[in-house]
């Protein structure tokens, strides 16, 4: 099956750094890649859509300066936290949409940011 | 947009029995509905997916409806196991040429009583 690997799941840093967080399809080749994120107990909350060679689409609230997303290959997008604080906190997870399937995303297992 | 509603949030049954969670969508055009499965701590995994000229699809002890005049659809899981647990998410996609928003569901806490 469809394999997208997440790096790091877990991450401590210290407020005002930059965390960078990579997803990777393993085994297919992804135009389109996601980044979510998920609050306990809650839902997934797309952040933005990344289309491989094009600049990142971003849901509405989402602070595209902050969040900086690059899709570089048809296999890597990475998402970086600039100046991580607090409320930046989270479980972000990535999905990866197979170009040889309909609209069936494939999820990495999640990075759990704990900022300082 | 899509709204995608989903319930039970939480959901207790005992080892052995079945378990049905149910959503709604309110976008006609959505004609895909996958199910993810997310453990504590990992990445939501698909478990089963149906399309909207299928009424139902079965995948084991795995089942889905799906009730397009209504706009609802159902996770059906018989014989359920202690490794069941897991919140189980719905999702609703329209169709398209190319990539539409997938629109999930709150998720169903799903405990099984060994």
């Known amino acids: 099956g469809a394999v997208v690997s997440q790096h790091p799941s877990w991450v401590i840093c210290k407020s005002g750094t930059s965390v960078k967080i990579e997803c990777r399809s393993l085994d297919f080749q992804a135009t389109t890649m996601f980044w979510y994120r998920q609050f306990p107990k809650q839902s997934l909350m797309l952040m933005a859509t990344s289309n491989e060679g094009s600049k990142a689409t971003y849901e509405q609230g989402v602070e595209k300066d902050k969040f900086l997303i690059n899709h570089a290959s048809l296999t890597l997008s990475t998402l970086t936290v600039t100046s991580a604080h607090p409320e930046d906190s989270s479980f972000y997870i990535c999905s990866a949409r197979d170009r040889g399937t309909w609209n069936i995303q494939y999820f990495g297992a999640g990075t759990r940011l704990s900022v300082l | 947009g899509e709204n995608v509603e989903q319930h039970p949030s939480t959901l207790s049954v005992q080892e052995g029995d079945s378990a049905v969670i149910k959503c709604t969508y309110s976008?006609?055009?959505?004609?895909?509905f996958p199910w993810y499965k997310q453990e504590l701590g990992k990445g939501p995994q698909l478990i089963i997916d149906i399309r909207s000229n299928v009424g139902e699809k079965k995948d084991q002890r795995i089942a889905v409806t799906l009730n397009k005049t209504a706009k609802h659809f159902s996770l059906h899981i018989t014989e359920t196991q202690p490794e069941d647990s897991a919140v189980y998410f719905c999702?609703?996609?329209?169709?398209?040429?190319?990539?539409?928003?997938?629109?999930f569901g709150i998720g169903t806490k799903l405990q099984v009583i060994p």
């Open positions: 976008d006609s055009a959505s004609n895909y």
């Open positions: 999702a609703a996609s329209p169709n398209s040429g190319g990539y539409q928003k997938v629109t």
